[in-house]
């Protein structure tokens, strides 16, 4: 066995011009849909000049906002190597939940149980997401039941139970507390924005800085390495569907302020677009890959497409099809941008 020894002065290469270094291919697929979002705006303007107007663009932020704050819980799931379909009835039964304790018995269109004051509604929502979001963790990782099957199982009871508290019918009766963040503006943009922005750069954060955020790729790329690493997989786990149930619900609280009632569908059929966001914007459905830059830029992708398409003039009944060919169009562009191979 040959012995290493320190490199000296004498051994060191001639000095010559730094060279930068370059970017990893595989970080490229982070910024795949960029050239998407580019050419859907050209095709926006081309289709109709009010697509490049400021009321126009923050109103597909705004509206960008409930719908990427389930993104954003679903992406930390899959990057865990788990999934969570339930998201899509959370964002509606937290609110009705929270409603049903607070708001009166009498007085209005819906008999609620007055138990708690009105300013209560938006924590009481927050924690019906974390108690979905404990259940599920509860059935996945002590009773073992495969995830897909039990937050399908959730999503149908979920939905089921908000339709019986609503009794089929939308509350309009919000709390001021409630739609506050929903309604209010903040320099001049919608707050639900700049709070979903920094819900985004802090999951960034901590996923590419915290060790535990770390962690989650080592989970989902591999649970039995990480557990012999010592990383406690289950607990982290736990935690992350927790958060993404509190997200779910607070996209909730967004959502019914912004429109300013819980209709008794709010959340139907979600689930697909969340996947498809986060799937376009490079979140491996297999666990241990993508970050949430390429999850936000799949959420304004596909509100791009149907912002276009609805001043487009394209007949409703068209639009799911052509919402489904434009995220196939965009999974082509991402493909062959970043270099990589989609799985």
């Given amino acids: 066995m040959t012995e290493t020894t320190a490199p000296t002065a004498a051994d060191a290469p ?7 270094p370059r970017i990893a291919p595989g970080r490229w697929r982070d910024f795949s849909l960029v050239p998407v979002i580019l050419l859907l705006g050209v095709v926006g303007f081309i289709v109709s000049p009010a697509f490049l107007t400021g009321d126009n663009l923050i109103g597909v932020v705004q509206q960008s906002t409930e719908l990427g704050l389930l993104v954003l819980g679903e992406a930390l799931v899959l990057i865990s190597g788990r999934m969570d379909l339930s998201l899509e009835s959370t964002i509606g039964l937290a609110p009705v939940v929270a409603l049903w304790l607070v708001l009166p018995a009498h007085g209005g269109r819906f008999a609620g149980l007055g138990l708690l004051p009105s300013w209560t509604a ?3 929502c927050l924690a019906v997401g974390a108690a979905i979001g404990a259940a599920n963790g509860f059935l996945m990782l002590r009773l073992r039941v495969n995830g897909f099957i039990a937050t399908l199982g959730m999503l149908t009871m979920l939905r089921g139970l908000h339709l ?3 009794e089929g ?6 709390p001021d507390s409630f739609a506050y963040l929903g ?10 924005v700049w709070i979903c922005l920094a819900l985004f750069a802090l999951g960034g954060a901590a996923l590419g800085y915290l060790r535990h955020g770390r962690a989650l790729y080592a989970i989902g790329g591999n649970p039995e390495a990480a557990r012999a690493a010592g990383i406690r997989t289950d ?5 992350v569907l927790v958060l993404a149930g509190v997200l779910a619900a607070f996209a909730g609280v967004l959502y019914t302020g912004h429109y300013g009632a819980v209709s008794a569908s709010q959340g139907s059929g979600w689930i697909f677009q969340v996947f498809a966001a986060a799937v376009i914007g490079g979140i491996s459905l297999k666990g241990g890959r993508g970050t949430l830059f390429g999850a936000l830029t799949g959420v304004l992708t596909l509100q791009l497409v149907i912002n276009v398409m609805t001043l ?6 068209w ?7 434009i995220i196939l169009l965009a999974l082509v562009v991402s493909r062959f941008t970043s270099g990589e191979k989609q799985e």
């Fill in 312 to 317: 487009g003039g394209v007949p409703p009944l």
């Fill in 14 to 20: 001639p000095a010559g011009p730094v060279r930068r």
């Fill in 183 to 192: 309604r209010t503006s903040w320099l001049g943009v919608p707050a639900a």
């Fill in 122 to 124: 938006v924590p009481l």
């Fill in 235 to 239: 607990r982290i786990t736990w935690t």
């Fill in 169 to 174: 019918r939308s509350l309009a009766d919000v």
């Fill in 319 to 325: 639009t799911q099809f052509l919402n489904g060919a």
């Fill in 164 to 166: 019986g508290l609503s």
